[in-house]
């Protein structure tokens, strides 16, 4: 059984700074590709980040040069490095796990059809 757990979501102010954490359960991190995904209200949920056993990773377009993923295999943690946030990036944030070892191997790396494992999820909220 895989159990992730987000952490680290809360108020910020445009222009701010936020670091998501999330906790794998089970070791053999390098098992999967890890992802961060948001949904915002009334929105589909979109892929942000991803990040594989080899440290290669993919961001989005919206989030690219302001968000910053990274990963401690020892802590078997993701963590996912939001700054400069703007109202646009208010969501739910969840992260998530599967696709085997490499995004490489993956069609679309940021699609949430490619991960198996779902966190319940935390908020960020960005405000003026």
């Known amino acids: 059984q895989v159990q992730l757990v987000e952490s680290g979501g809360g108020s910020v102010q445009v222009g701010g700074s936020l670091r998501l954490s999330c906790e794998l359960s089970r070791s053999g991190y390098s098992e999967f590709v890890m992802g961060w995904f948001r949904q915002a209200p009334g929105k589909e949920r979109e892929g942000v980040a991803a990040i594989d056993s080899d440290g290669d990773t993919r961001y989005s377009d919206s989030v690219k040069g302001r968000f910053t993923i990274s990963q401690d295999n020892y802590k078997n943690t993701l963590y996912l490095q939001m700054n400069n946030l703007t109202n646009e990036d208010t969501a739910m944030y969840y992260c998530?796990?599967?696709?085997?070892?490499?995004?490489?191997?993956?069609?679309?790396?940021?699609?949430?059809?490619?991960?198996?494992?779902w966190g319940q999820g935390t908020q960020v909220t960005v405000s003026s």
């Open positions: 998530a796990a599967g696709g085997g070892s490499y995004i490489t191997t993956m069609h679309r790396p940021l699609n949430r059809q490619e991960y198996a494992y």
